[in-house]
């Protein structure tokens, strides 16, 4: 049994007093029905640590590189010595805006797993790709270039999310069946990779316009575990009612 996960994506908001007054806002109301973090920006990640109480605070990006002269970037000891274990690797943002490619986010999520760190590596395919049927095979492209030479336990732990890009931010979410037809073939080419344990035991995600009204019915499909979830994340009030939403 997957136990499902539920991680708010705050992309570019939130200064340091506003992710802390966000901590607060949610102290005591999570439950252990799933597990719940928050991929909060570079600066805020120290005192996100410190305020976050029952849910884990991601990164939402780490070069690859321990130090060296890479101009704005922060690398895995920068993240651990404030207690970060999570990073969402290759967001559609990231691909799209800072030109991340399957190679660049396999290297980082290789790096990741050597360091106890685990990654959420985002797939999915843009509008064209939707219009012209070609999901599948992006998907599963995806899936291959950023898995590549992981081992069956490092892709146990880590978590995928699926992310149509043409849902993300836009208000126009994925139906229920088509999120779990793209989360099955996801499942499927871990399958094919990886075998049946790592295929069963990866938590795969959908992502794209989740909300307090509509988490529930991706939920119930079977090879969906949990939401990243980006503009409903950024309130304390919606965020709750998607964790209540997620109450069994
Ligand atoms: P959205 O973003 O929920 O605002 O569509 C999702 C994401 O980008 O992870």
């Given amino acids: 049994m997957r136990k499902p996960i539920i991680v708010g994506n705050w992309k570019m908001n939130k200064t340091i007093s506003e992710a802390v007054s966000f901590f607060d806002g949610i102290k005591g109301k999570l439950h252990n029905d799933a597990d719940f973090g928050i991929g909060a920006p570079f600066l805020t990640l120290k005192d996100s640590v410190l305020t976050a109480d029952g849910l884990f605070v991601a990164a939402q990006n780490v070069h690859f590189e321990e130090s060296g002269a890479y ?115 996801v499942r499927d080419e871990v399958r094919v990779l990886f075998g049946e344990d790592a295929a069963e035991a990866v938590r795969i995600q959908y992502g794209g316009s989740v909300k307090p009204d509509n988490i529930a019915e991706y939920m119930a499909e079977a090879d969906i575990d949990g939401a990243l979830i980006g503009g409903a994340s950024l309130k304390v009030d919606s965020f709750l009612a998607i964790v209540d939403a997620v109450k069994q």
């Fill in 71 to 185: 101009t704005g970037e922060v690398s895995l000891p920068m993240l651990q010595e404030v207690g970060v274990s999570w990073v969402i690797l290759g967001h559609s943002e990231r691909r799209q805006y800072f030109n991340e490619t399957d190679t660049d986010i396999n290297k980082k999520a290789k790096k990741c797993l050597a360091a106890d760190v685990t990654p959420i590596i985002c797939v999915g395919e843009t509008l064209t790709q939707f219009e012209t049927n070609e999901t599948e095979s992006v998907v599963r492209t995806q899936v291959k270039g950023t898995l590549d030479g992981l081992s069956v336990e490092d892709v146990k732990k880590l978590v995928i999310a699926y992310e149509p890009v043409w849902a993300i931010g836009t208000g126009k979410n994925a139906t229920k069946e088509i999120a779990q037809n793209t989360c099955a073939i």
